[in-house]
């Protein structure tokens, strides 16, 4: 897709080779004394209820249920972590912005991700998943200034791509790009992905053997492409 950031083949294969293992379901917690211990380095995924968290997390380590998936908005109420070859770890966040969360279920959300967001040394990266059909909402606003005051690295990947058209999505990509320019945390480049049908997926894969390759947290080839402007 035109809104992916370019990788070389040895990228994607560090990629695919990242992902290949075994998966396995380590935590869930509802609060932050839960957290489990950190073995590696943490991957996270946030976005709005019914974004597509659970869908990609499963396409990424090509599992079709490792992460569960759900008709209802808000099922995922803890941060839920998989632990995966090289230490590393895949955090699937609370989705957010679902309107019939009562305000104290809200608040303990906010909470517990504020805290994750700030607090912990092995967070890597939050791919913050944005669906490509509604485009940022003011929900997805309020996480990026979170991700912003805690100077968090992170990057934007729409999601549901196939179930828009290429002209619509060149004009979703672009006013999100817009939208975090001025945020020095924020990754600049996007990356375009349908779990359904492995739309980005490999270039996924890709980003996240690059950053943690130029982190020295993997083994793997290290590129002198620019990463993140900023890195937790």
């Known amino acids: 897709m035109t809104h992916s950031p370019d990788f070389s083949a040895a990228e994607i294969e560090a990629g695919r080779r990242l ?12 609060a932050l004394e839960a957290l489990p211990l950190s073995t590696g380095p943490e991957i996270a995924f946030a976005g709005r ?8 997390i499963n396409a990424l380590t ?62 890597a990266r939050v791919y913050l998943l944005v669906d490509s059909r509604h485009g940022l ?17 992170h990057q934007v990947v729409l999601t549901k791509c196939d179930e828009i058209g290429e002209a619509a999505l060149a004009q979703r990509a672009a006013a999100v790009k817009t939208a975090i320019a001025k945020r020095p945390a924020a990754f600049p480049e996007l ?18 053997a690059r950053l943690l390759a130029e982190r020295g947290s993997l083994g793997l080839p290290h590129t002198s492409l620019a990463d993140s402007p900023r890195n937790n």
């Open 19 to 30: 992902f290949a293992g075994q998966w396995r379901f380590v935590a869930a917690a509802g």
């Open 49 to 56: 209820s019914n974004v597509g968290k659970s869908l990609l």
């Open 62 to 123: 090509g599992r079709h249920a490792l992460a569960r998936t759900s008709n209802t908005p808000g099922r995922t109420q803890q941060l839920i972590f998989f632990d995966g070859p090289h230490r590393l770890t895949l955090v699937d966040m609370p989705g957010y912005g679902y309107a019939a969360a009562s305000k104290s279920k809200a608040a303990a959300w906010s909470r517990l991700v504020q805290g994750y967001l700030h607090g912990r040394v092995s967070l």
């Open 137 to 153: 909402k003011p929900a997805d606003g309020a996480i990026l200034d979170t991700l912003s005051q805690a100077a968090v690295s």
């Open 191 to 208: 990356i375009a992905t349908s779990a359904r049908h492995g739309q980005g997926i490999e270039r996924l894969r890709a980003a996240i």
